[in-house]
């Protein structure tokens, strides 16, 4: 197997370790030595890829909100062309993946309120979001007003994460078609 194999994998290898230590155990469960150990690879090979724990941290993150990126175009390619479809898919597939392992919730959203590394991450990918909900806004209604169109998505991005975050710390109740009904029609008055 060529080196650069050889390293995607070990890297692939700390990122699963990384990812079920924090998940499990929050930022305290991180360490080189944790993960390595996780991972059964020796400490040396942790540097090979990462400079410190923060760095696999926003490894951890970024793999975890590609994965979710790629759920949500799936689910709201799969809805038709509604804006309400898209937007009950998308939705439903934000707290669906979140909450079906909760490690993933506390990665995207939990515990990226308080870790720097996690919140500068949140922030670039709300930010991704929120061009995401501009552009299918566009598509949908090219002759919309801009500045409207800017404050919704920006109060939509912001609506989505604290609603991710309430449906992760359990307050919404278990009945994921209901709120995702209650917050769509929210946000499509």
Partial sequence: ????????????LLVDAAFRLFG???EQA?????????????????????????DLLGAVYDRVSAELAE???AAMSGAGA???ARTRAG????????SADPRR?????????????????RAATQDLLREAVLTEGWRLHPDSDPT??????????????????????GHLGDDLDAVVGYALRLVLR
């Fill in 148 to 169: 409207a169109a800017m404050v919704g998505a920006a109060m939509y991005t912001g609506a989505m994460a604290e609603l991710a975050q309430q449906w992760l710390a």
């Fill in 91 to 98: 939705m439903t597939a934000v707290l669906h993946f979140s």
């Fill in 71 to 73: 759920v949500v175009e």
């Fill in 105 to 121: 919730g506390r990665v995207l959203f939990t515990d990226a309120r308080a870790n720097p590394v996690l919140t500068q991450r």
């Fill in 82 to 84: 509604s804006l309400p």
């Fill in 1 to 12: 197997m060529p080196l650069t194999d050889r390293r995607a994998e070990r890297r692939a």
């Fill in 24 to 26: 499990d155990g929050g």
């Fill in 30 to 54: 991180l360490s080189v030595r944790s993960v390595s150990r996780e991972a059964g690879l020796n400490t040396r090979y942790f540097y090979e890829s990462f400079t410190d724990t923060d």
